[in-house]
């Protein structure tokens, strides 16, 4: 059947993420995948160059991962994950986390992605103050340009405000600081753009007060706002601030953790270790919806000593078949040390857009940290003042490289691309010729 056909059927009945039937006229309807490509319903290929949502990362068309489900779904499709119950796969999944994360982190809980992990912390972190017998640290800090899901707490940490209008009033207690985005950070005179971004909050802790704030929430690497790359002073003027003041740091690595960035977790660029991890998406490469929490020593110890239940949970919380993929997943991460790959792939690719885009009178910003890229547009380089929204730059930019065979996203008139790890360099190459060509085209 055409994509055309496949469409009207559709529209006739579907609700989609980020719903608008206009835009949906437009969609392709994807049949296949292998390694870093997609083949819509008539038959045309794509690079698929988000991976995904950011999270294919060992590639699509792993039979391995298909066999671990199979496997999985014939010895125990499901089981409950609450208190009374347990299975080995989560177990086993749970104790080949704590080797993995950051060395303070030793205890999981699982979700069905990210947005449930997002509330996962958030619930972890007040529970974990008031069993300290400190209530009144409930308030969650976050930033500008962050993204953290869509449920109602996860959405009134999301930073994009784009995201709010329709479904307000957001949750209570929730405060956005800006983001350390190198690009369009103005530092006062005689501070580092890093440490003048991370003061921004302890002057948030301070206005709120630290006994009313629970938590930081930060993505180490921001993602759906743009690929926002901290600077190399940002994370642990962070981490100090939230010493200082009680406040827990959570990082939100639903798209960083498991190598996209280089390294297995992307605090580890900056040698500083969170108080939670969230992560979700890489965790099994996109095979079945999973994700998570890793919370520190201290707090697993409060939870434990107090014995009070944290009465929060999830039907698939633990689900065999997910941990059972994700296990899988993991292998292939660290026998492929994928980690590696994106960092040399990512080289490669930040490289080739910088030589191919650099001299373009509209290419404000090219930058990334390992497979994580981004191309910012702009109406003047020397003043950095953004196209009007009216003129869709950025959306005539992402419809002409989908002409051209690479599917990614846009954040207004910023391209990002964060394709799956194991994309061939012939494809790498073709990624950024493709691009340049759009933008081209559209600007050029
Ligand atoms: C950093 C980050 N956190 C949370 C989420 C939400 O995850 P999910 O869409 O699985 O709910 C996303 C999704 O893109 C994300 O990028």
Redesign the pocket.
């Known amino acids: 059947m055409s994509t055309r056909d496949l469409i009207a059927r559709d529209t006739a009945h579907l609700i989609h ?1 980020l719903h608008s039937t206009v835009a949906q006229q437009g969609a392709r309807v994807w049949v296949k995948g292998e390694g870093a490509l997609l083949t819509d319903a008539d038959g045309h290929e794509y690079i698929d160059g988000l991976a995904g ?3 294919v990362l060992a590639g699509h068309g792993r039979r391995e991962l298909a066999e671990a489900a199979r496997a999985q779904c014939e010895t125990l499709a499901y089981a409950s994950g609450y208190t009374g119950s347990s299975n080995e796969r989560a177990i086993e999944l749970a104790e080949h986390l704590a080797g993995l994360t950051y060395s303070s982190i030793n205890r999981f809980f699982f979700t ?7 509330e996962s912390s958030i619930k972890m972190a007040r529970a974990y103050w008031k069993l300290r017998g400190r209530a009144d640290k409930t308030k969650v800090i976050s930033r500008i340009e ?6 109602l707490a ?1 959405m009134s940490a ?1 930073g994009l405000s784009a995201y709010w209008p329709l479904f307000e009033p957001r949750v209570p207690g929730f405060v956005h600081i800006p983001s350390p985005y190198p690009y369009r950070y103005d530092a006062p005179p005689g501070v580092s753009q890093g440490i003048a971004a991370a003061n921004e909050l302890e002057q948030a802790i301070l206005r709120e007060g630290a006994d009313t704030v629970a938590m930081f929430l930060a ?1 180490p690497v ?3 706002g743009g690929v926002i790359v901290p600077q190399d002073d940002y994370f642990s003027r962070i981490r100090e601030i939230c010493d200082q003041y009680d406040v827990l740091l959570v990082a ?5 953790a498991f190598g996209r960035t280089g390294t297995l977790f992307a605090l580890d660029h900056w040698h500083i270790e969170p108080d939670i991890v ?1 992560f ?2 890489a965790i099994t490469s996109g095979y079945i ?1 999973f ?1 998570g929490i890793g919370i520190s020593d201290t707090i697993a110890s409060t939870l434990d000593d107090d014995g009070r239940a944290w009465m929060h949970a999830h039907t698939y919380s633990a689900h065999p078949v997910g941990c059972a993929v994700a296990i899988r997943n993991l292998r292939i991460i660290e026998d492929e040390d994928l980690p590696g790959q994106c960092a040399d792939k990512g080289t490669r690719l930040l490289a080739s857009l910088r030589t191919a885009l650099g001299d373009h009178p509209h290419v404000g910003d090219i930058r990334g940290k390992g497979l994580m890229c981004a191309v910012e547009l702009v109406a003047d380089r020397s003043t950095k003042e953004s196209f009007p929204a009216g003129d869709k730059v950025g959306p005539r930019v992402l419809q002409e490289t989908a002409r051209l065979g690479l599917f990614s996203r846009i954040k207004a008139d910023t391209y990002v691309l964060a394709p799956p790890a194991v994309i061939t360099d012939d494809q790498l190459d073709r990624t950024v010729e493709i691009l340049s060509d759009a933008i081209r085209t559209v600007l050029g």
């Open positions: 993420p949502l950011w999270n069905s992605g990210g947005g449930e992990a997002t962050g993204y953290h899901g869509v449920t996860a999301t993505e921001q993602g759906a939100d690595e639903v798209i960083t969230q979700a998406k919806p994700g």
